[in-house]
């Protein structure tokens, strides 16, 4: 009888604010990143395009290419938001290589290399990969569907019974 008394009072109060995701509902992986450089400024991509270490971009083993991920260090939070245009090799025992500006903006050009999270932007962009893997995904990827939150009405909820 509480819980009901509880749910009526949440669905009744003027507030409806959008219940938020769990925090690790969009990570994909976990794993360390490096960056690189002038060695391979205005080389040919992967993907074809001429590789600007001044770019946010970023090398990934499996990710398709164009694909947005937020990729944050773990000791100090600090992120940046990258596209997936190049390929690290198989045997690489790095997750993603970032470009030099990316690699700037995690404070790597002193370490050279850390641990990260990688993140994508939206439910939307699991699903899309989860669709791109199939059967399957790498190993290391947690991919899982991700439901978006249930948005009460601005009416709030109408729990009086029908008795007709």
Same mark, same amino acid.
């Given at each position: 009888?509480?819980?009901?008394?509880?749910?009526?009072?949440?669905?009744?109060?003027?507030?409806?604010?959008?219940?938020?995701?769990?925090?690790?509902?969009?990570?994909?992986?976990?794993?360390?990143?490096?960056?690189?450089?002038?060695?391979?400024?205005?080389?040919?991509?992967?993907?074809?395009?001429?590789?600007?270490?001044?770019?946010?971009?970023?090398?990934?083993?499996?990710?398709?290419?164009?694909?947005?991920?937020?990729?944050?260090?773990?000791?100090?939070?600090?992120?940046?938001? #990258? &596209? $997936?245009?190049?390929?690290? +090799?198989?045997?690489?025992? !790095?997750? %993603?290589?970032?470009?030099?500006?990316?690699?700037?903006?995690?404070?790597?050009?002193?370490?050279?290399?850390?641990? #990260? &999270? $990688?993140?994508?932007?939206? +439910?939307?962009?699991?699903? !899309?990969? %989860?669709?791109?893997?199939?059967?399957?995904?790498?190993?290391?990827?947690?991919?899982?569907?991700?439901?978006?939150? #249930?948005?009460?009405?601005?009416?709030?909820?109408?729990?009086?019974?029908?008795?007709?």
């Amino acid at each position: 009888m509480w819980n009901w008394f509880l749910i009526l009072i949440a669905a009744l109060s003027s507030e409806h604010s959008q219940p938020s995701l769990p925090p690790d509902a969009l990570l994909i992986q976990e794993g360390t990143a490096s960056f690189y450089g002038r060695r391979f400024h205005l080389r040919r991509t992967s993907n074809g395009e001429v590789f600007h270490m001044d770019s946010l971009t970023a090398a990934h083993k499996t990710l398709p290419f164009d694909t947005r991920v937020k990729v944050t260090r773990v000791d100090t939070g600090e992120f940046v938001w #990258v &596209r $997936i245009n190049d390929r690290l +090799p198989r045997v690489s025992k !790095r997750t %993603i290589d970032l470009s030099r500006k990316a690699g700037t903006r995690l404070g790597l050009l002193h370490d050279g290399i850390t641990d #990260v &999270r $990688i993140e994508v932007e939206t +439910p939307a962009d699991i699903n !899309r990969l %989860i669709e791109y893997f199939g059967d399957d995904p790498p190993s290391s990827m947690r991919l899982r569907p991700v439901e978006e939150p #249930v948005i009460v009405p601005d009416g709030g909820l109408d729990f009086s019974i029908d008795r007709r």
